[in-house]
Structure formats: C-alpha cells, structure tokens
C-alpha cells in the first residue's frame, strides 16, 4: 500500500466515524460577516437574484432554499473582500456592519488524524492568518489570530474542523 492510499484510508474511516456522531445534531447556518440584523435575510433576500452569490470571489455564497445566502466552507473560506456587501441590492449586507464571521473555529481532537498520531498540517497550510499552533509535531490548536474565515475547514481529511455559534 503507497502513502497516498494510507492516508486516504485512514482519513475516510475518521471522516466516517465523525459523520455518525454528527448524526442529528443541526446544521449552523453562516452568513456572511456584514448584516446589523439577522431577521432582515428572511425579509429582504425573498425578492433578491442572490446578487451577493455571483459576486463572492470565492464561490462560498450559496443560496439557500429559504432564498437566505450563507457560506459554505467545504471548498474554500472568506477573504473579506467586501464585494458581497458593496453588491447588495437591499443593504442587508452593508460594509458599514463589516465584523468577523460570528462562529467558533475549533478542532475535534476525537477525529483529527494529527492528534491521534498521523502527521497532517492540511489545515495549518491554507491559513492565512497563522491561526493553528502545533504543540511538538502533532496536537493543532487555534489560536486567538482565527478570523473564522474557514480556509482550514474543507481542507481537513477528517472534518475535523468545527462551528460552534457564537453566543
């Protein structure tokens, strides 16, 4: 067996185990970091093109079922850029409420292969903000510099990268 299958073997088998413990549990919806309001997505996105979606550099904007935009982080994470909001027809984003993204970015030490002994930086690589600190070779921790862009998130093997909502 060649490195590569190794570890995608191992990845898959750990990325099959935390689908089942998330079995249940809600998924967070992530908007983009600039609304004031949050009740103004299921008031004045209904009527809207999903402006804001065609506009994202990154892709990352989808358009939910409810006609609502929120952030995928599977492929890629937020730059800030700004364009989602200078595009928005109805001002529910507006540069003016530019804040971080309102989740918590934290690793599962459960199911992330580093620390149980397999030797990944996948999520260290794609950050920008130098945000995830080894302790030794293995054990990543993100630091306080995590602007909760969510580069790290798609590139984990294992999905171990996770929100919480900030309170």
Known sequence: MQRRELFSFL????ANLTDKQ?????DIIVRPPYFKNSDAFDTECQDCDGVCASLCQEQIIIIGEDKT?????????CTYCDECAIGCPKDVLNLEDKKLIDVEVYIDQSSCLSW???????CKDPCLEDAIDFKAMFMPEINDKCTSCGFCIGRCPANSIMLKVVS
């Open 11 to 14: 990845s898959s088998s750990v």
């Open 22 to 26: 998330n079995d249940g549990e809600k």
């Open 69 to 77: 935009p929120r952030l995928d982080f599977s492929k890629r994470g």
């Open 116 to 122: 149980n002994g397999v030797m990944c930086f996948s």
